[in-house]
């Protein structure tokens, strides 16, 4: 059974510019999640995701979005880039709804803000 | 503050000692869920405990959700160079929007 796929695994982009995440949850897996790891802050809430719908939203500034498609693929972007949105992006995936648990991470996007 | 504690931030320990990471809550622990992550890669997950008292083993390494569910313990036995890395606990707190609210870690090094 194939794990929680995050691509790219690595990313440079240029401050101003926009990027784009993408995360395949494990196949029955409906739920996503995204977080945001960086040495300071260490690992904070962006949203969920579930049945194309965002359940949950983090405190992140309104440059942050995503969304879930009907196979519950899901992507996030960022908007005008900052040097502090350097971070590794974590994606989880969970079986059923908000709360339910067993949430199953991704190896994370290196996103590195130049 | 942070709402999840754990300690110690960082350990060392010798190849074959026992070692304990604890994660403490300032509110009730609806679920706990212990991850280890190698530097800049994704987290594996561990255990998931949600029952005051609750305890759960693989292979060497033992949670525990304490009775009043707002504390959980890792304690790994015979440690071994595999088991370095970053342990972190995540809870399910049931506050507003939150899903799971992390720990700040504990980094693990093992010697030889």
């Known amino acids: 059974k194939a794990g929680v796929t995050q691509t790219p695994r690595y990313l440079i982009k240029t401050r101003g510019q926009q990027v784009t995440l993408s995360c395949s949850p494990i196949?029955?897996?409906?739920?996503v999640s995204w977080y945001q790891q960086t040495p300071g802050q260490g690992l904070q809430f962006l949203f969920e995701y579930f049945s194309e719908t965002q359940r949950n939203k983090g405190n992140f500034p309104g440059r942050f979005s995503g969304r879930q498609f009907s196979n519950s693929r899901s992507e996030m972007n960022v908007s005008t880039l900052e040097l502090g949105d350097s971070a590794l992006y974590l994606c989880?995936?969970?079986?059923?709804?908000?709360?339910?648990?067993?949430?199953?991470f991704g190896s994370g996007t290196r996103l590195t803000v130049v | 503050s942070q709402e999840l504690e754990q300690s110690p931030q960082s350990l060392i320990v010798q190849e074959g000692k026992n070692l304990t990471i604890n994660c403490t809550s300032s509110k009730t622990l609806y679920g706990l869920y212990w991850y280890k992550q190698k530097y800049g890669e994704g987290l594996i997950f561990l255990m998931m405990l949600q029952k005051g008292g609750e305890e759960k083993s693989h292979e060497k390494i033992t949670a525990k959700l304490d009775e009043k569910k707002q504390q959980s313990s890792l304690h790994i036995t015979a440690s071994q160079p595999s088991h370095a890395g970053i342990y972190l606990c995540?809870?399910?707190?049931?506050?507003?929007?939150?899903?799971?609210?992390f720990g700040t870690g504990t980094r693990l090094l093992v010697s030889p």
């Open positions: 995540g809870a399910d707190l049931r506050t507003g929007f939150q899903k799971l609210v």
């Open positions: 989880a995936s969970s079986p059923a709804g908000p709360g339910s648990g067993g949430y199953t």
């Open positions: 196949s029955g897996h409906r739920s």
